[in-house]
């Protein structure tokens, strides 16, 4: 039976909806199935040191011991001095990637799991624009980025929101690669939500992403 992260690449970015807080473990354990000997996960999530009664496994237990597996605290770490701070998702991304090399790591997956973003819409607005940027223009195709977002946490429409900015979704079971084309007249110019375009596209075509 085919799994879902055979169609996973590296440097890919994608969204995991998750129901239950089985499946959301579920899905770390299979990123370390995933990954090969060289690479290392770290897990953004505010609930597993503090929450005695998070799911947890003997292999993702195995992976923090051998060191593929690091759980940092995700508000503190996205919220510095209290707010959100648009920048720090890269900046942690920046230094996690340094370090991985340095401990001869190749690359590095990434995966945040923020369920107080449902709740604070400054933090969750600024956290749509930040993935919007990563999706548009990736700063490292040695990092491979998981956002994990559980339905009892976010409402449909921000859920809508996370969709339409992930260039891939992992739902059910199912991941899904989009494809944005992107026409050359339209590249520089703002979307109706305000986004623009920066891709640079040759003459002679379209960009296709």
Known sequence: MKRWYEGLSKGDHAAHIYRSDSEQ???????????????????????????????????LDAAIDDGHLTIVPGRETLCPAGDYCPDALEAIMLAEAEAAVENGASDLVLMWDLDWLGDDEPAFEAHIVQISSLSLAPSNPHVTLVGQYGTPHYSPEQLERILRVSP?????????????????????????????????????AAGVR
């Open 25 to 59: 473990v579920r899905v770390v354990t299979e990123m370390i199935s995933w990954m090969n000997e060289s690479q290392r996960l770290i897990l953004l999530s505010d609930r597993w040191d503090k929450d005695a009664k998070a799911p947890r496994s003997r292999i």
């Open 168 to 204: 891939m979704v992992l739902e059910s079971g199912l991941l899904t690669r989009k494809f944005w084309v992107v026409s050359k007249s339209s590249v520089g110019k703002a979307s109706k939500d305000g986004r623009r375009l920066l891709l640079a596209v040759p003459d002679e």
